[in-house]
């Protein structure tokens, strides 16, 4: 992340374990480098995702299938009306 960090690497994550490591290293690469969160999305991910957006991170979910995008407005709408 040091090297790419003046060329804008973005880093793609496809599990949680993927994930959570994304993160630590974008934290200390580039601001304007991208988390592509890529792989099934249950509600703990999609929080994760929300997390990131609150670490300055720029974050994108990229569902797969049509499920896992009502996964993603579910789990965002609950946290929003239930916070």
């Known amino acids: 992340m040091k090297f790419g960090s003046a060329f804008h690497f973005d880093l793609e994550a496809g599990s949680k374990s993927e994930l959570l490591l994304a993160m630590s290293c974008l934290c200390k690469g580039n601001p304007e480098a991208l988390l592509v969160y890529n792989g099934f999305k249950d509600a703990n991910y999609i929080v994760f995702a929300l997390v990131t957006r609150k670490l300055a991170l720029n974050t994108v979910i990229i569902p797969?299938?049509?499920?896992?995008?009502?996964?993603?407005?579910?789990?965002?709408?609950?946290i929003i009306f239930n916070a």
């Open 64 to 78: 797969e299938q049509e499920e896992e995008l009502d996964q993603v407005f579910t789990t965002m709408h609950a």
